[in-house]
């Protein structure tokens, strides 16, 4: 499988935003749950956000509603994180994910825990300061 690498991370003041890449070339078909997480120094990777590459179902953490939004360009292979009106706690490593799943309806239920998902990128460093 193509690897998935992230890109677009970077450090910003609060209230700022960055719109992270996942280039995912082997995940662009109908049938993969494609998913954003994230890890801060000490704590548990959290899933942040789901997106389902057939139908395009969304899914997201409470903490990141309404701020975060997750897209998929099919022709350039590529999925995004925008992030809007950042705040510290945002801060961490962010991970995108991808797992073969042709069932669209399980894909958010999944992105929340992170050994569901065999296949990640290297992650980038989003840090967010107040």
């Known amino acids: 499988q193509a690897p998935l690498v992230e890109s677009g991370g970077d450090s910003v003041q609060a209230g700022g935003s960055l719109r992270l890449s996942c280039e995912a070339a082997?995940?662009?078909?109908?049938?993969?749950?494609m998913a954003w997480f994230r890890q801060a120094p000490g704590k548990e990777r959290e899933g942040v956000a789901t997106?389902?590459?057939?139908?395009?179902?969304?899914s997201y953490a409470d903490s990141v509603k309404g701020r975060f939004v997750v897209s998929q360009d099919k022709v350039k292979k590529i999925m995004y994180l925008q992030m809007t009106d950042l705040k510290p706690e945002d801060s961490g490593m962010y991970y995108c994910?991808?797992?073969?799943?042709?069932?669209?309806?399980?894909?958010?239920?999944?992105?929340?825990?992170?050994?569901?998902?065999?296949?990640w990128g290297q992650g980038t460093q989003v840090t967010v300061s107040s």
């Open positions: 994910a991808a797992v073969r799943l042709p069932f669209s309806g399980a894909c958010g239920p999944l992105g929340k825990r992170a050994g569901s998902f065999p296949n």
């Open positions: 082997a995940y662009s078909d109908d049938t993969s749950c």
């Open positions: 997106l389902h590459s057939g139908d395009g179902a969304l």
